[in-house]
């Protein structure tokens, strides 16, 4: 069994920025695991943030480049998002999921919610 458990959700202003944390336990390999960061917004589509592999190849959606890194501490079995410049349209629960040849499935947390509001 996988269990994938999101964090570091909240309210921020725009322009802000929140560090979301993620951590999987359970019958995986995690550094050859692949991860990934993506969000629902009310009434739309899960949509990919982005990804990074085992060898810490990262990519992004393009409406978040630039603004959103994502990266991985294999030691604590960890991936991290960190949000800079937060817009309004941000505004989602963000998922993470971990896949690959360390995971032999796809597995998704229940996700945290963060809302960028004035």
């Known amino acids: 069994q996988v269990q994938v458990v999101e964090s570091g959700g909240g309210l921020v202003q725009p322009g802000g920025s929140l560090r979301l944390s993620c951590t999987a336990s359970?019958?995986?390999?995690?550094?050859?695991?692949?991860l990934d960061w993506g969000r629902q917004a009310p009434g739309q589509q899960r949509e990919l943030v982005a990804t990074i592999n085992s060898g810490g190849a990262t990519t992004y959606a393009d409406a978040v480049k630039g603004r959103f890194t994502i990266s991985r501490d294999n030691a604590k079995n960890t991936v991290y998002l960190q949000m800079n410049s937060l817009k309004p349209e941000d505004t989602a629960i963000y998922y993470c999921s971990i896949w690959g040849a360390g995971a032999g499935g796809t597995y998704w947390g229940q996700g945290t919610q963060v809302t960028v509001s004035s």
């Open positions: 359970g019958k995986i390999i995690f550094p050859i695991s692949a």
